[in-house]
């Protein structure tokens, strides 16, 4: 009887250490993705503002404009899911690259300390994002190991918990933006 | 900044007369140790003579002898190079210093603030004694950065009440501005646990810390194998370590063999390396013409100023101005 009532008691604190693991995790995932949240927001506002300061001077590049300013109201749109999120994100930073390299053959543009203010800050917001990112991703596959591992994928199939996807990170994001293919539309 | 190569230069043609000044200092010290070594080795021989006679050779008194002509000796020894490690100090350091930047200064017998020490949460255990020499203070690039050696040291009392001092961090200790914002606690140790352990159960380890924040676990994975990292914020530690800068501080590793210690606090980068000896003291049993011992000290002051430029800390990219 005492050995049966051992090994209860041992299986409930392994189910409960369980749980509780998962709930942190997928907590993490949460909190981080806040975060991803506030950076994003905080872009967004630059990006409004650069806009429409550069907009005057690049006349040639409208239409990226147009598709920035578009990608923007969409990403700013209230319900939208954390995945549809993620993809207008890597939408608008390749957008957003092609137009920072678009921006060195305006000499305008770079003598303006206001727009190169700017610029600076649009570059913090981007390491920011990518860090945010970077951290999302790690909480994510944290959170997806648990849930794919074995035993903790047991208890996450009872908590009907779902692996969740990760920021596709490209690492010269920038410097892959096929701009001649942006501009020729 | 100078490059390696023009610094060995300078220290050879424009340094040349105070090098070969104190050279001549140091043959005289030498000499004169060499001296006083031998007068003291004739008295240990005809005492520890005496002493086999009388007592026996190996009796305890024995162990008190030599244990205080190793104290005589080391202190003749420091009291005879005083003046000439004060002289190297104003005569090739200072002159060395000024011409990498002369935006620095320096000042022998000054140390970095034990607050600063203190404030880089590196070593968390209370100090009781704190020193240190050999301070430079200036900015590089328009970065504002101040070094030191550092000497901190906590004592202990055994059973038996006696007093035991242990060393926490002899080395250099520096602290630069850093070139983005940041609210948040970021400290990089070397990664002792899992080296002795392994992934799992040092890992495991690392994250029962619970004197330090919890550990964050980073994208690089050489990075990674060297050391660790806690932060008590997740986002804003991949903010200051991006990529490259885990690139770069991985490299500078290697470039060092000393455990390298690194934290940022305050909108400050604290970098500590633990070298375990004093940096710029001269020795007189080697020759200060002596190519080597040459580039011991340039190289030293060189890769120290510049880790601004090696760490990229006077990059401009972001609003902070």
């Known amino acids: ?185 | 900044m100078k490059s390696t190569s023009e610094l060995t230069d300078f220290y050879y043609k424009e340094l040349y007369p105070s090098l070969s000044e104190l050279e001549k200092t140091r043959l005289h010290i030498l000499s004169q140790f060499k001296w006083y070594g031998t007068m003291g080795a004739v008295a240990f021989i005809i005492m520890a003579l005496w002493m086999g006679k009388s007592f026996g050779l190996f009796h305890p008194l024995m162990i008190g002898i030599v244990i205080g002509f190793i104290v005589l000796a080391s202190i003749t020894y420091r009291f005879m190079i005083q003046g000439y490690a004060k002289d190297f100090k104003a005569h090739i350091i200072t002159p060395l210093i000024a011409a990498i930047d002369s935006h620095l200064l320096y000042n022998p017998d000054f140390m970095i603030s034990q607050h600063l020490f203190s404030r880089s949460s590196l070593f968390q255990h209370d100090i009781d004694r704190y020193s240190g020499n050999d301070y430079v203070k200036g900015s590089i690039d328009g970065v504002a950065l101040e070094f030191s050696d550092v000497h901190a040291e906590y004592q202990t009392r055994d059973s038996k009440g006696r007093t035991q001092w242990h060393t926490l961090f002899r080395g250099l200790f520096l602290v630069a501005e850093f070139n983005k914002h940041f609210k948040s606690h970021t400290v990089i140790l070397p990664d002792l646990a899992e080296k002795t352990f392994g992934n799992l159960i040092g890992g495991w380890l690392q994250s029962q810390n619970s004197s330090r924040d919890s550990v964050i676990q980073l994208d690089d994975p050489e990075f990674e194998k060297k050391f660790v990292v806690y932060g008590n914020d997740p986002i804003e530690a991949r903010y200051i370590l991006t990529h490259s800068m885990m690139k770069r501080i991985v490299e500078f590793q290697k470039k060092i063999s000393h455990p390298l210690f690194i934290s940022f606090i305050h909108n400050h980068i604290h970098i500590a390396i633990a070298t375990q000896k004093d940096l710029f003291e001269p020795s007189i049993f080697t020759s200060l013409l002596d190519y080597k011992q040459a580039m011991e000290y340039v190289n030293t002051l060189n890769n120290t100023i510049g880790l601004v430029e090696e760490l990229k800390l006077n990059e401009r990219l972001w609003s902070k101005s």
């Open chain 1, 1 to 185: 009887m005492n050995v049966i009532s051992i090994i209860f008691v041992l299986i409930a604190v392994i189910a409960i250490v369980m749980y509780n693991t998962l709930i942190s995790k997928k907590n993490q995932v949460d909190n981080i993705f806040g975060g991803v949240d506030a950076v994003l927001k905080k872009r967004f506002d630059l990006i409004q503002n650069l806009v429409a300061s550069v907009s005057q001077y690049m006349e040639h590049e409208k239409t990226t404009l147009e598709k920035i300013t578009e990608l923007r109201a969409q990403a700013m749109k209230p319900g939208i899911t954390d995945d549809q999120k993620i993809v207008l994100d890597a939408k608008l930073t390749a957008a957003l690259g092609s137009i920072t390299v678009a921006m060195e053959a305006y000499p305008d543009l770079k003598a303006n300390e206001n727009v190169m203010h700017l610029q600076r800050s649009l570059n913090e917001a981007e390491e920011q994002i990518s860090a945010a990112r970077r951290a999302y991703n790690q909480a994510v596959t944290d959170l997806n190991n648990a849930i794919e591992m074995f035993p903790t994928n047991l208890m996450a199939s009872y908590m009907k918990l779902q692996p969740k996807k990760v920021f596709e990170i490209t690492v010269n994001e920038r410097a892959n933006v096929d701009v001649g293919a942006l501009f020729n539309k």
